[in-house]
């Protein structure tokens, strides 16, 4: 049987974090380089999933460790940060190929975002860039962060569908690697400018993921019954 | 400040279940009253969800406590029907004016149900029917039934809202006291047909409810910027 449902990464596989991040950095903080901001702040972002992974913290939502890491990277560089900036994560552009793409491949199969951020946080992001969800999954619903399998398969378990029918849509190879752990089916989109021009990991499929796609269109070419 | 979020009961403020569950019984049980079997088995839905409120079980999604329940009345009528029947309540019709004073609600607020139904039954009764949810909130991620106060509480808490700043819509006037004892703004939108033509409950409003309108559309038009 096909794939009933369609679950996706959502920061680099369907919006573009980097830029709009920095262009919000540069809007309150004129006096450091937002680009390279953005960059020390994304870094922050596994290392605060790891100890709530690891079982050192409960789970707290992606906002509140948005909120800690921004003013830990402000703290780093010597300037002051307004709380209010870390609702930069609630509006970054969706890649030129993703609503269209989400739009066609949403007449066949349930989409959803199974992302490391909150219910909360995709939803605005949706609303921002016109995501047409048909419902919102990911860390929230499993009370745990990806790459932890209990992620992929809470995503399953509230779709009421077996993992074999659902499919991860990511542009991180790890991300892919977990799901298929967790028997889900697996499909490749590059992003290979999420990280900017010197990006060097992610370019490539790193495995026989069940579908390697150029971008949102191909991906619904390919899957269209 | 306004409410940033509309939240919705389902079954009967947005949707028909009476027809279209009397239509599906029909179809599958030609020597059945179907109009009263839909009657009968919506009639076991409190009852199964009142031991779980009263903690005399665990939480079991309303797709498992529909079929149980399918079973109970099709026994109770000598007859044996199929479990594939309790699908039936994923293809519901909305009422006329729902889809479109959603697409319009939805332009300043966010929009999500809050139903006892699950993640699953929610998610594909929205692609039946075309409701433009932003997100799915409700029993399933409360693991609780309404009208307990944490399952209003757990929506606004998904949202990152305060309960002042949400808004409960039904057609039920004990769904809303409940809402507003748990501290949200609510809004009445009557229904006076859902359980046929005999109704006799919820043809008004029977509080002061913060909104009172005739249909979906005029409930856009009142909230309107």
Known sequence: ??????IFDVFGTCVDWRGAVAREVAAVLPHVDATAFATLWRAEYDPAMARIRDGGRGYVALDD???ENLHKVARDLGVSAPDDLSHAWERLDPWPDVVAGLRALKRHHIIAPCSNGSIALMTRLAKF????????????IAQDYKPKPGVYLAACAALRL??????MVAAHNDDLHAARGA????AFVPRPSEHGPGQTTDLVAEA?????????????RQLAP
């Open 1 to 6: 049987m096909r794939a009933q449902a369609l």
């Open 65 to 67: 460790l948005h909120r």
């Open 129 to 140: 860039g016109g995501l047409p969800w048909d419902c919102i999954l990911g860390a929230e």
């Open 162 to 167: 077996p993992p074999d029918q659902v499919m």
């Open 183 to 186: 028997g889900l089916r697996t």
């Open 208 to 220: 026989d993921w069940d579908i390697i796609a150029n971008d949102f269109h191909d991906l619904a």
